[in-house]
């Protein structure tokens, strides 16, 4: 159990390491982590193994970061950004489009400019004027043949690299849009339209809320509210986390046992990408989706599916396949309350005192927002202290909202108007409860710093060793190791 976080510590490492050498084909690198990984098999079981295999790691994040560099530096689009050309090009919508008011924005894939085929590369589309409501009605794979100017990224722009964006691309006129080629985006967008016409009966912004909860799309939430759930500490609920994905997979699940492994497993992997595809392959959503799939995977070869190793072996699998998600807030925002739940709710739990149903979701609540608190206080320099009674209070809605708000919206969709409206009234009072705890949260403006982040931890571990001391006021060891106790008897070896 040792070895996976030195595997994670190591890759992280490299990954920075990759980073500060800058962009190269690492083709040496690569070839040395292979024989690493060779070396650590063949001497399984033993130290060196360890060694190799955390060698092997550090070389393989080094590698894979100046690859992702090199890719940026070095691409057929490098020439024409650099020098702004203007020109016709296809591209293929990453991402639903979504900006401020006059513009909107979205990763796109490049399969031609000006004819000539440019392999797919991924550049920052954006649309003003007359073509905004045109871009902004379209979705995550669709295709768009436009004329416009690529050039480089510039100003806020420039975080689209760590998206593997190249440049940017300037539309002055859509010339033609066609539906996804991909029949993954066209069942998923199909989905995802059925959800979202199920949602019609709700005024705008549950209805927009709701669209949050369930696929992440935020783009119609009022600005004040979407200010006030990240004042509460409440703006990962707006985004589809790794609970939407396990209520998805808990939809289909009795249909999934009928099945024997094998096929069950591919339905579950089936189901994962197309939640995945709903939702636009969020940070969050792929963490869940790994995690999910090696659950299944394990539970079909019969092995343990702790939930730590799962955890660190779904960041080894993400990290080495793109490495720029160390960048990504929306990343380590997940794997940091998932961290914190797996390692500290259920000790936090056993601390605290009251009815088990409380212990566990505080426990719970607690150690999410300890998770991300060194992402949250970094990032965004405060953590609201109402945080953890927020979410306390809104924990009771976010699984039936997310459940029935789901077959609610699905059915609604499908039966019309008339039967949505009475599915929906459940869906309509747990989203205006949810609006009312983060506009009341949002109104108490304590927040904790860096510094105090410091001062708190400092005082938990002085309570923590505290504890432990006083849990052990009652004897002393030997120098033999065994407690000897004031009455002055020795336990029974086999009860120690």
Same mark, same amino acid.
């Given at each position: 159990?040792?070895?996976?976080?030195?595997?994670?510590?190591?890759?992280?490492?490299?990954?920075?390491?990759?980073?500060?050498?800058?962009?190269?084909?690492?083709?040496?690198?690569?070839?040395?982590?292979?024989?690493?990984?060779?070396?650590?098999?063949?001497?399984?079981?033993?130290?060196?193994?360890?060694?190799?295999?955390?060698?092997?790691?550090?070389?393989?994040?080094?590698?894979?970061?100046?690859?992702?560099?090199?890719?940026?530096?070095?691409?057929?689009?490098?020439?024409?950004?650099?020098?702004?050309?203007?020109?016709?090009?296809?591209?293929?919508?990453?991402?639903?489009?979504?900006?401020?008011?006059?513009?909107?924005?979205?990763?796109?894939?490049?399969?031609?400019?000006?004819?000539?085929?440019?392999?797919?590369?991924? %550049?920052? /589309? =954006? @649309?003003?004027? &007359?073509?905004?409501?045109?871009?902004? !009605?379209?979705? #995550?794979?669709?295709? *768009?043949?436009?004329?416009?100017?690529?050039?480089?990224?510039?100003?806020?722009?420039?975080?689209?690299?760590?998206?593997?964006?190249?440049?940017?691309?300037?539309?002055?006129? %859509?010339? /033609? =849009? @066609?539906?996804? &080629?991909?029949?993954?985006?066209?069942? !998923?967008?199909? #989905?995802?339209?059925? *959800?979202?016409?199920?949602?019609?009966?709700?005024?705008?912004?549950?209805?927009?809320?709701?669209?949050?909860?369930?696929?992440?799309?935020?783009?119609?939430?009022?600005?004040d509210l979407v200010a006030a759930f990240r004042d509460a500490g409440l703006s990962h609920l707006l985004a589809v986390s790794?609970?939407?994905?396990?209520?998805?997979?808990?939809?289909?699940?009795?249909?999934?046992?009928?099945?024997?492994?094998?096929?069950?497993?591919?339905?579950?992997?089936?189901?994962?990408?197309?939640?995945?595809?709903?939702?636009?392959?969020?940070?969050?959503?792929?963490?869940?989706?790994?995690?999910?799939?090696?659950?299944?995977?394990?539970?079909?070869?019969?092995?343990?599916?702790?939930?730590?190793?799962?955890?660190?072996?779904?960041?080894?699998?993400?990290?080495?396949?793109?490495?720029?998600?160390?960048?990504?807030?929306?990343?380590?925002?997940?794997?940091?309350?998932?961290?914190?739940?797996?390692?500290?709710?259920?000790?936090?739990?056993?601390?605290?005192?009251?009815?088990?149903?409380?212990?566990?979701?505080?426990?719970?609540?607690?150690?999410?927002?300890?998770?991300?608190?060194?992402?949250?206080?970094?990032?965004?320099?405060?953590?609201?202290?109402?945080?953890?009674?927020?979410?306390?209070?809104?924990?009771?809605?976010?699984?039936?909202?997310?459940?029935?708000?789901?077959?609610?919206?699905?059915?609604?969709?499908?039966?019309?108007?008339?039967?949505?409206?009475?599915?929906?009234?459940?869906?309509?009072?747990?989203?205006r409860g949810m609006e009312l705890i983060a506009r009341t949260a949002a109104e108490v403006p304590v927040a904790i710093d860096?510094?105090?982040?410091?001062?708190?931890?400092?005082?938990?571990?002085?309570?923590?060793?505290?504890?432990?001391?006083?849990?052990?006021?009652?004897?002393?060891?030997?120098?033999?190791?065994?407690?000897?106790?004031?009455?002055?008897?020795?336990?029974?070896?086999?009860?120690?």
């Amino acid at each position: 159990m040792k070895v996976p976080p030195a595997l994670l510590g190591a890759l992280v490492v490299g990954i920075i390491g990759g980073e500060w050498l800058g962009p190269g084909s690492a083709r040496a690198l690569l070839l040395l982590a292979a024989i690493g990984v060779v070396g650590a098999y063949l001497h399984r079981g033993t130290r060196v193994a360890v060694m190799l295999a955390i060698l092997a790691s550090g070389l393989l994040g080094v590698a894979v970061e100046q690859r992702a560099l090199h890719g940026l530096a070095v691409s057929p689009l490098s020439v024409v950004v650099d020098r702004r050309f203007t020109g016709e090009a296809v591209i293929t919508l990453a991402e639903d489009p979504d900006g401020p008011k006059y513009q909107s924005a979205a990763v796109a894939r490049v399969s031609t400019f000006e004819g000539r085929d440019v392999g797919g590369r991924t %550049v920052l /589309a =954006v @649309a003003s004027g &007359d073509n905004l409501s045109i871009f902004r !009605a379209l979705d #995550a794979g669709d295709r *768009v043949r436009a004329r416009g100017r690529l050039a480089p990224l510039s100003g806020y722009a420039t975080r689209a690299r760590w998206r593997h964006a190249v440049g940017q691309f300037r539309i002055d006129d %859509v010339v /033609a =849009v @066609a539906r996804p &080629d991909s029949p993954w985006y066209s069942i !998923a967008n199909g #989905a995802r339209r059925a *959800v979202l016409r199920g949602t019609t009966v709700l005024p705008p912004t549950p209805r927009a809320l709701l669209s949050g909860f369930l696929l992440g799309d935020t783009r119609a939430i009022p600005d004040d509210l979407v200010a006030a759930f990240r004042d509460a500490g409440l703006s990962h609920l707006l985004a589809v986390s790794g609970a939407n994905v396990a209520f998805a997979l808990a939809v289909v699940e009795p249909a999934l046992r009928r099945l024997r492994r094998g096929p069950r497993l591919a339905a579950g992997i089936a189901v994962l990408v197309l939640f995945g595809t709903m939702t636009r392959w969020e940070p969050s959503v792929l963490r869940a989706s790994v995690m999910a799939g090696l659950v299944m995977l394990a539970r079909m070869l019969g092995r343990p599916a702790e939930a730590r190793r799962i955890l660190v072996l779904a960041m080894l699998v993400l990290l080495a396949a793109d490495p720029f998600l160390i960048h990504s807030v929306g990343f380590l925002l997940s794997c940091g309350a998932c961290a914190g739940i797996v390692i500290g709710a259920a000790p936090i739990a056993s601390w605290l005192r009251g009815p088990a149903w409380f212990r566990e979701a505080l426990g719970v609540t607690t150690a999410a927002q300890i998770g991300v608190a060194p992402v949250l206080i970094s990032t965004f320099g405060a953590l609201p202290l109402i945080a953890l009674p927020a979410n306390l209070l809104a924990a009771p809605f976010v699984g039936p909202l997310t459940i029935w708000g789901l077959i609610a919206s699905l059915l609604g969709g499908i039966l019309g108007p008339g039967p949505a409206t009475w599915l929906q009234l459940p869906t309509l009072t747990m989203l205006r409860g949810m609006e009312l705890i983060a506009r009341t949260a949002a109104e108490v403006p304590v927040a904790i710093d860096g510094r105090g982040a410091v001062i708190v931890g400092l005082i938990g571990a002085g309570a923590w060793c505290m504890r432990r001391a006083w849990r052990n006021r009652t004897g002393r060891l030997d120098p033999r190791g065994w407690r000897v106790h004031r009455e002055g008897q020795r336990p029974d070896p086999a009860r120690s």
